[in-house]
């Protein structure tokens, strides 16, 4: 099993619009959680952290459930610069710094 | 600030080939790594080193090696190129994190588009 699983996508949706997608992981010991944002294979830049009470930036909304280790994230009032690939990143175990990644989600939005 | 320089951008290598990716940080990171992207995978971690001296093996590591001699600069040697290592290649650090929140940001550099022939 992957130590993180997304659904690959793409979604497809018009501006404006909200779309959400989740991601799951394997290790329940995992401290830190995050989604990347990665543009047409340059590199990926921090979108947001993720922490267990959830939490918003803008028109953004990230969720923690610890129980069913997943993580999602809500995009709301989807713009077009907002078509990328997501990734969900996640700390290997209990203590330990190395990261894992998805494989990404893609959000096409359009005019 | 630079953060994370990495170099070459592009590259082409002839199977049996040796070359040197540079990954340079100027943030004092103590943690840095070097992944490769593939089609419909995730990054992959090939080396990683939690400080200048250290280094240790990722999830795919064989045909690479890496060292860490100084806290800024974390190179990562192709010892003979395989078309198998045909790939994009980043280099990331960040810093140690501490308390619940284990891991801070992640910087990664620009990349490297590598084809092996």
């Known amino acids: 099993r992957k130590e993180v699983e997304q659904d690959p996508g793409p979604f497809n949706v018009p501006e404006g619009a909200t779309v959400a997608f989740n991601c799951t992981y394997s290790?329940?010991?995992?401290?830190?959680f995050f989604w990347y944002r990665q543009d047409c294979r340059k590199e990926p830049k921090l979108l947001m952290s993720v922490y267990s009470s959830g939490n918003e930036d803008g028109r953004f909304t990230a969720q923690l459930n610890r129980a069913s280790q997943y993580i999602s994230l809500l995009i709301r009032d989807s713009k077009l610069s907002d078509s990328a690939t997501y990734l969900c990143?996640?700390?290997?175990?209990?203590?330990?710094?190395?990261?894992?990644f998805g494989a990404g989600t893609t959000v096409t939005v359009r005019a | 600030n630079a953060g994370v320089t990495q170099t070459p951008k592009f590259q082409v290598l002839k199977t049996g080939q040796s070359m040197t990716l540079q990954c340079a940080q100027d943030?004092?990171?103590?943690?840095m790594s070097w992944y490769r992207q593939d089609p419909g995978m995730g990054l992959r971690l090939i080396h990683y080193?939690?400080?200048?001296?250290?280094?240790d093996q990722g999830e795919v590591p064989n045909g690479y090696n890496v060292s860490r001699s100084t806290t800024e600069d974390f190179p990562l040697r192709l010892l003979s190129a395989a078309p198998s290592q045909t790939s994009v290649y980043f280099c990331?650090?960040?810093?140690?994190?501490?308390?619940?929140?284990?891991?801070?940001?992640?910087?990664f550099g620009q990349g490297t588009r590598l084809t092996v022939v």
């Open positions: 290790n329940s010991a995992s401290q830190s």
């Open positions: 943030m004092n990171h103590e943690y």
């Open positions: 990143v996640v700390n290997a175990g209990s203590n330990d710094y190395k990261l894992s």
């Open positions: 080193s939690v400080g200048a001296g250290i280094t």
């Open positions: 990331a650090s960040h810093q140690v994190g501490k308390g619940l929140q284990l891991n801070t940001e992640a910087f």
